[in-house]
């Protein structure tokens, strides 16, 4: 093989700026190589040291993220974060995006959204047991929202559904502030043996480095550049990968199988930059170096350059490092399930990561700068000028509140959301415990008697775009309370940061503000960030989404009988509100929906009060007093009741305290429960409460087929049922549904 | 009692499966690979659900073709229990063990949700331990569940007593003709359904009501009952 690099390429400016580089990140790498680089190796560069890849506008911030805690045995670093579950078992788990592919193509966009975090799970070694997705699209009346909707909720469940692996939870919200930019976030959680975790780090020099799985074509080139990149409303229909949700699963099952018969080493699925990112992960790791000979990489397309099979991001794909002479082995089980096995390269001590391809030395890169010395920006930001806070008195009172609840229960963002959950496998794999539509998602540890898992995915966008730091503060707060209201100790959990141009003061600020609240929660609830993602420039035509740092978080149920749901109140039962009487109603639900404005600070969250009062909700669960449990959030105290009485099937009767009753029953103030309390448990449960100075009322009582409010309106439960049903097929004209 | 379990590649409910017999049974299922052309002495032969070889093509055609099905067929005409559910039913279909197609839903869209099932004969080996006209909870879970034949076949599996599990009135979720949910051959040894008996089994999945199919085939099996 040629040791010289050819030199036949011509880098113009124009070629640099296609990249997504700056000049001056294009001399800095001249600098560290010593010379102009091939078209490759600038791909690479591109690929290596764009937003997505490289975290470069986002790294200072996210360092000082609490990424540590009792449970946690893998934080950031690594393609997903592990937590330990005892027993011998751990959770490994990840929320990513897939924004722009996603509103390019959505069902692709979505499906191949689905299928790289799966990837970034069972690369670790872990069995997938769980997913769930954040979406977020623009105002319904948009010409493209119904087309987005259809095809991102296809796209999901006809990954997941055949993957194999249950949706147990997620949101869907619509902004118009989304109309050309709307988020994807998948998550995924995966079961695995503490002591077979799988990492992307290399070791050992000399040893083959196998190319596993689904052929390399040419879709999704430059498709993490495009990630990084705002929309100019011009379609590049090249970018976007198709995914293969049957080879993802033969995958799974190839991998899960060598990785047990003890002949990988290090294994990195080929996501975002393919074949290129990951070899330089695995290497730059391990402080070795990687050579690759591309003649061997199994292609489905003629007549690809060097350029696109280290670009490709094909789907299910993973490279691995084996031990000695285990090819054989690794190319048996792959081919028994369908995939090919091709060992393309070896690992080196010199540090540089070589490229050939038809007898030419294409790439010889020092392998480090492609990672560590990635170019890394202290953007400078701004805060917003802060909103005045409201006073609750200068909040009109609608005559009707009841009228008001129901059209809460009949709007976008507040109906059930069954049209699309019912498209997603719920119960697969038999250890679904509670499936969407209540406050977090649980799945039984496979095998295990007693214990479970809850997930919950959060972010109220508005708030965090009134105050990014309080909007930060409560993504965290109110993940922490629903898998709480589970009756779940919150382990840890993962965040995906979606933001507008960085390069732009004001987002750099809204970035930088939501990642200290986020912070700042997390220390105090103990709830350690050990994964997540950054999606910046999500704008087009120079309008920015709304700040939406989601998280998705994890907990523990020891036992799962006596866990609580939204839905179990029986005839009879005491209604008991824990937290205080609602009094805030800035940029709440119903000033916006009801009263149509957007003003006022959001509720700030008092971390204590939280912390507090949340641990008192969970221990009261765990001593089985609780039949039914729900965090008031959105809408306020009356939203939240309404939802459970509609998920039981039963009325009730309650007294919301005294007049302003706007304030009480749509006040957004955090750090809330409604408890559901069989009646011979109450006075024992208010005792524990005022013992332990938690914010304890009477709130009613549950029975007949009426939602009954003292002094303000009855309203029939089957009624609030239709309306909180209609909304979503309706919307999507299903008749099929209505 | 033994069971067998094909293992397609992309079928994914083999899991649970194996978990409801083997809880059934005291036995872990032999889990048959689709290239295999011999099948040990069992009871029982099941194709669980999920997505064989992707779907492609069509649902089921290109596991029916695989090898290993020209054992399940002789298996079958010796009067081996042959069960399959969901992408197992959609199988059996084109491997011409039961009569009929399974189309697209008709609202053209996966569903997963709870359904209620009439059970209209008891007289069968997967059946016996239900009571005639039971109504029976049980999940649905997939794209293309809408049975349909011809109207001469209809009248005939009817006629039969071969339609074993109805969806109760307004639970049919595909647009299935008859509101059919499960059929068996004629000389119902063969049983294809689209409800999950296996995903209702325990306190845990919300209800118990698929035992029954399960413990109906040990009880047969176990020579304890003559059809």
Not at chain 1, 33 to 58: D, Q, V
Not at chain 1, 662 to 678: C, N, S
Not at chain 2, 143 to 150: D, L, M, R, S, V
Request: charged share 20%; with cysteine.
């Amino acid at each position: 093989m040629p040791m010289t690099i050819c030199k036949n390429d011509n880098i113009t400016e124009e070629v640099i700026c296609a990249h997504g580089l700056r000049i001056d990140e294009y001399q800095k790498i001249i600098a560290l190589i010593g010379r102009m680089p091939t078209l490759t190796e600038l791909g690479i560069f591109s690929a290596m040291w764009n937003e997505h890849c490289s975290y470069k506008s986002s790294r200072k911030w996210l360092r000082t993220l609490p990424t540590e805690g009792s449970c946690v045995i893998q934080g950031p670093g690594e393609n997903a974060g592990v937590v330990d579950l005892g027993d011998g078992k751990c959770l490994i788990f990840k929320m990513e995006s897939h924004n722009h592919p996603s509103y390019i193509d959505p069902y692709h966009g979505a499906a191949t959204g689905i299928g790289g975090v799966l990837r970034d799970i069972f690369t670790m070694g872990a069995r997938p047991v769980a997913v769930m997705n954040a979406l977020r699209f623009g105002r319904p009346e948009h010409p493209r929202t119904r087309h987005l909707v259809t095809g991102v909720i296809t796209g999901i469940g006809g990954y997941s559904n055949a993957f194999g692996v249950p949706t147990v939870g997620g949101e869907i919200n619509f902004d118009q502030q989304y109309n050309g930019n709307i988020l994807v976030n998948a998550f995924a959680a995966g079961i695995a043996p503490t002591d077979g975790i799988f990492s992307s780090k290399a070791e050992g020099i000399g040893l083959p480095i196998a190319y596993c799985g689904a052929r390399t074509g040419r879709d999704g080139i430059g498709g993490a550049t495009m990630a990084s990149a705002a929309f100019d409303g011009q379609k590049r229909p090249l970018a976007v990968q198709i995914g293969d949700p049957f080879m993802g699963k033969c995958l799974l099952e190839a991998c899960l199988e060598l990785m047990a018969s003890n002949a990988v080493v290090a294994i990195q699925d080929m996501g975002a930059a393919g074949l290129t990112c990951s070899a330089v992960e695995m290497g730059a790791k391990g402080n070795l170096g990687i050579e690759l000979n591309l003649d061997t990489v199994p292609v489905r397309e003629e007549n690809m350059t060097a350029y696109e099979i280290m670009l490709s991001e094909s789907q299910e794909r993973m490279l691995m490092i084996l031990r000695m002479g285990k090819e054989k082995e690794a190319e048996a089980i792959f081919n028994k399930w369908g995939l090919d096995c091709s060992t393309i390269g070896k690992t080196t001590d010199d540090l540089r990561i070589r490229v050939f391809h038809q007898g030419q030395l294409k790439v010889d890169l020092p392998i480090k700068v492609l990672g560590d010395a990635a170019p890394e920006y202290d953007r400078p930001w701004i805060e917003s000028s802060k909103k005045t806070p409201m006073n609750t008195a200068s909040v009109k009172s609608v005559d009707d509140l009841g009228s008001a609840l129901m059209k809460l229960l009949a709007s976008p963002d507040q109906s059930s959301r069954r049209w699309a959950y019912e498209q997603y496998d719920t119960l697969i794999q038999g250890n679904t415990l509670v499936c969407p539509g209540s406050d977090a998602g649980v799945i039984r540890i496979d095998g295990d008697e007693k214990r479970a898992l809850a997930f919950s995915s959060d972010v109220t966008p508005r708030y965090c775009q009134a105050d990014p730091y309080e909007g930060g503060k409560q993504a965290v707060a109110e993940c922490w309370r629903n898998i709480t209201a589970s009756g779940a100790t919150p382990l840890a959990a993962t965040d995906n940061l979606n933001f507008g141009n960085p390069e732009k003061p004001e987002i750099m600020g809204q970035l930088v503000l939501a990642i200290k609240g986020i912070g700042t929660a997390c220390r105090a609830l103990d709830f350690p960030i050990v994964s997540g993602n950054v999606s910046l420039y999500n704008e087009t035509n120079g309008e920015a989404i709304p700040p939406t740092p989601t998280i998705a978080g994890v907990g523990l149920i020891t036992d799962w009988a006596k866990m609580a749901t939204i839905g179990n109140i029986k005839e009879g039962d005491c209604l008991i509100l824990i937290g205080g009487d609602g009094t805030h109603l800035g940029q709440s639900i119903y000033l916006r929906d009801i009263l149509g404005k957007s003003a006022g600070t959001p509720p700030p969250v008092d971390l204590a009060h939280e912390k507090h009062h949340g641990d008192f909700v969970r221990s009261q669960i765990k001593n089985g007093c609780v039949h039914a449990c729900h965090d008031i959030s959105d809408g306020g105290l009356i939203l939240a009741l309404a939802e459970m009485l509609i998920k039981s099937g039963c009325g009730a009767e309650i007294d919301p305290g005294s007049d302003p009753y706007h304030a009480k029953l749509f006040g957004e103030d955090q750090g809330r429960y409604i408890l559901a309390v069989d009646s011979s448990k109450v006075s024992f449960l208010i005792q524990q409460a005022r013992t332990a100075g938690v914010m304890v009322r009477h709130l009613g009582i549950a029975g007949g087929k009426n939602l009954f409010v003292n002094d303000c309106f009855t309203l029939p439960v089957p009624q609030m049922v239709i309306a909180y049903e209609r909304w979503f097929p309706s919307y999507m004209k299903d008749k099929s549904a209505c | 009692m033994q069971s067998a379990i094909i293992q397609f590649p992309g079928l994914n409910r083999d899991h649970e499966m194996s978990l409801a017999l083997q809880h059934i049974t005291g036995r872990i299922p032999y889990r048959i690979w689709p290239t295999e052309t011999v099948i040990p002495n069992v009871d029982v032969i099941v194709i669980p659900g999920g997505f064989s070889y992707g779907d492609y093509l069509r649902c089921g055609a290109i596991a029916a073709r695989q090898p290993v099905m020209r054992v399940v067929h002789e298996k079958a005409q010796n009067g081996v229990m042959v069960l399959g559910i969901c992408n197992g039913f959609q199988i059996l279909l084109e491997a011409g063990l039961l009569e009929g197609v399974l189309l697209s839903n008709a609202s053209l869209k996966f569903v997963c949700r709870e359904v209620k099932l009439e059970v209209l004969n008891t007289d069968t080996a997967f059946s016996c331990n239900y009571r005639k006209r039971q109504i029976i909870r049980c999940p649905v879970a997939h794209h293309n569940g809408n049975y349909f034949a011809e109207a001469e076949t209809l009248k005939r599996l009817e006629k039969n007593g071969q339609v074993i599990f109805r969806y109760a009135q307004g639970y049919n979720p595909n647009g299935s003709v008859h509101d059919i949910a499960g059929i068996v051959n004629a000389k119902r040894n063969v049983l294809g359904m689209m409800p999950h008996p296996e995903n209702f089994m325990e306190e845990a999945h919300g209800g118990t009501d698929g035992r029954a199919l399960f413990t109906s085939v040990l009880r047969y099996a176990r020579k304890e009952l003559f059809i």
